[in-house]
Structures are given as C-alpha cells and as structure tokens.
C-alpha cells in the first residue's frame, strides 16, 4: 500500500492529488497552512489525515513529520505542491521580509520536506518526489522576482536530488503548471473584468493566447501526472522537469 503526503493539499491542485491517491487505495495524510481547508478536504475523505502546516517553519515540520509517522507509519510518495506567489514590485522596492518569507516556503518547506522524507523513503526501499515549479520559470514574469528565483530554486534541487537520492531507489521530478482551471484563475480573471468592463471571455483568451493549445490545465489532469510519474508505470522517470501546460510561450 501507498504511504502519501501531500502538501499544499487544502483546496485546487494539492487535494485533487490527494484525493486520486486515496481514490487508489492509499494512505494519505495532507497539510496546509489554513486549517480550516485541512478540515474541510478531511470531512469529505474520510480515511485521509491531516496537519495545518506552514512548511516555511522548521518546527510546523518537525510537528509534521510526527503526525505522518503516527498516522501512516511509513512513507513511499511525497507530493510538493505548497507554495505561494510572493510580492510584486521592482526588484529595488521588494520588502525583503517578504523576500525571505517567499523562499523560506517555496524553497526551504520543500527542502525542509524533503529532508525528513528521505530517511522514511530509503527505509522504505525506494519512494518518489515531486515537486511543484512554475511555467514562468521559463517565461519569467517581470516584477516578481521571489516567486521565480525561488522556484527556480525548486527544479536545481530536484535535479540535484534525483542525482543523489537514484541510488536508493527514490526518483524526483518536478512538474511545472501552466494556467489552471481553477478559483485562483477566476478570480484574477473577474478582477480584470471588474477593472476594465471588457468580457470574461475576452480577459481569459488574453492569458491564453500564449498557451499553444489554447488551453487552461483541469485539476485532474495534474493528478493524472502525479499518478504517472509516482507509478510502476513512470519507474525510469527521474530527474526531469516536466511542464502540464498546453506549453506555455510567454507571459506579460
């Protein structure tokens, strides 16, 4: 049986993993830094368990990783979805709190995640990782530098790791989202509705006229990636960055 941990796993991409893991019959425990999304994602999937998490915490970690041994025992999968998008400004305006803030959960929680997982993924005799990235890592995206410097960050420690970590049996991937079909899209969506009166249609095909295909990402369709990449059937996958984008060509 599959022992998985999720992060980033309240609501959208993160649950949507979670739940096609509990869907296949594994044990899965989810964290995130709002409790009441942990609460809610747990009343619908009875079986799954949970933490509220701020993985940019060492200590919420540590807290972590004790609710994950008592409640799974073991490990063979961790999903790194967590993040946030950080401040945007001039790179000579960022506050530089809010600098640190950004890398410290984008950056160091996958790090910090991941240095706890290792141990239980080799006592395991094997496992998988995936952590989330960012198709604007690609394109860049003016004025958000700690969004992009950190999860640049993201895809040089996977690469890294699944150097290191091959041996023992742990691949490590990183999948990089476009734009996703999902509440946080809509919204930016509506905003710019509400600010400049043209359509919803109109301000969804301005984002998407940069995506080849034309398209927003499902969240199921993540899920379908992870299933993959974590499963027999993705065994010789490692060390790769992997865009579930429509390919993502630019961005203003």
């Known amino acids: 049986m599959e022992r998985v941990l999720v992060t980033g796993a309240g609501d959208s991409v993160g649950r949507a993993i979670a739940e096609r893991f509990l869907q296949k019959g594994a044990k899965v425990h989810i964290c995130d830094v709002r409790g009441d999304a942990v609460a809610a994602t747990l009343a619908a999937n009875p ?32 999903v790194n979805v967590v993040g946030m998008a950080g401040p945007r400004a001039p790179i000579e305006d960022i506050d530089e709190d809010e600098w640190d803030k950004t890398i410290a959960v984008n950056l160091s929680g996958m790090f910090y995640t991941m240095k706890r997982a290792v141990p239980m993924l080799k ?15 690609r394109t860049g995206i003016p ?8 999860k640049a960050g993201v895809e040089g420690l996977t690469k890294n790791s699944a150097r290191e970590l091959g041996p023992s049996g742990i691949r490590v991937n990183a999948i ?25 249609e109109d301000i969804e095909n ?20 992870v299933d993959f ?24």
């Open 229 to 252: 990449i974590t499963s027999d059937a993705g065994k010789k996958i490692t060390g790769e960055i992997i865009a579930v984008s429509g390919n993502m060509e630019w961005e203003e």
């Open 47 to 78: 079986g799954m368990s949970g933490s509220a998490t701020d993985v940019g915490i060492r200590a919420e970690v540590d807290a972590l990783f004790d609710d994950v041994r008592a409640n799974l025992g073991n490990l063979s999968v961790l």
């Open 206 to 225: 301005d984002y998407l006229k940069y995506v080849s295909l034309r398209c927003k990402v499902e969240l199921g369709e993540f899920a379908d990636m």
């Open 123 to 137: 006592a395991n005799g094997g496992g998988s990782i995936v952590n989330f990235s960012t198709c604007s890592t």
């Open 176 to 200: 990089l989202p476009g734009i996703i079909n999902n509440d946080r899209f809509r919204f930016i969506v509506q905003r710019n509705v509400d600010a400049t009166g043209r359509s919803f």
């Open 143 to 150: 004025f958000r530098a700690p969004y992009i410097a950190s």
